[in-house]
């Protein structure tokens, strides 16, 4: 396969995730098929299966892609103990703003009863968690496991703030 025919076939994989997570975030898990992805990308169902074998691997691939995005987001943000939640909070909100649908989809992914989608994102959050308390720990943060794991909560709230659009919901948004 020549560099351009890969850059397509990458392309249209980039493509086939960027509407599955507008479609998981419009319609859900339950109501979004291959099928809808496929018609959205313009490329048949198996063409779909040829990068995710089922519904439930392309629905992993978005969540992994955004909490990917989240810990990078929070990794790279430096600030003194005393703004470091807040600029991580920014970082956050900038994610939404221009990932939406993916951070959206991370947020709620508890609430999917897959099995193994439950099990990525207690394992996901469980790691954001982590590098979180981490983050504040080294810059010195006090009690900075409790204050982790207030900063997620801050981010479950954002994230229904943004679903049922009640911005009043998200504190964050009043900091700007």
Same mark, same amino acid.
């Given at each position: ?59 992993? !691939?978005?969540? $992994?892609?955004?909490? *990917? &995005?989240?810990? =990078? /987001? #929070?990794?790279?943000?430096? !600030?003194?103990? $005393?703004?470091?939640? *807040? &600029?991580?909070? =920014? /970082? #956050?909100?900038?994610?939404? !703003? ?10 709620? /992914? ?67």
């Amino acid at each position: 396969m020549s560099p351009k025919d890969e850059a397509a076939v990458a392309n249209r994989k980039e493509q086939i995730l960027n509407s599955a997570a507008s479609l998981f975030a419009s319609q859900g898990y339950y109501k979004t098929t291959t099928a809808h992805v496929a018609e959205a990308v313009g490329v048949t169902q198996p063409y779909v299966f040829h990068f995710f074998k089922t519904k439930e691997q392309l629905y992993l !691939a978005v969540l $992994d892609r955004a909490f *990917h &995005r989240t810990r =990078e /987001a #929070f990794s790279t943000v430096e !600030a003194p103990a $005393d703004q470091l939640a *807040h &600029r991580m909070g =920014e /970082a #956050f909100n900038a994610l939404l !703003a221009t990932h939406r649908n993916e951070i959206l989809l991370m947020m709620q /992914a508890y609430s999917t009863p897959e099995p193994a989608v439950r099990e990525f994102a207690r394992t996901c959050f469980s790691d954001i968690y982590d590098r979180v308390k981490e983050r504040f720990e080294k810059a010195g943060v006090p009690q900075a496991g409790r204050e982790a794991s207030s900063f997620i909560s801050c981010g479950l709230i954002i994230s229904l703030s943004e679903v049922l659009e009640m911005p009043k919901l998200s504190f964050w948004s009043d900091l700007e």
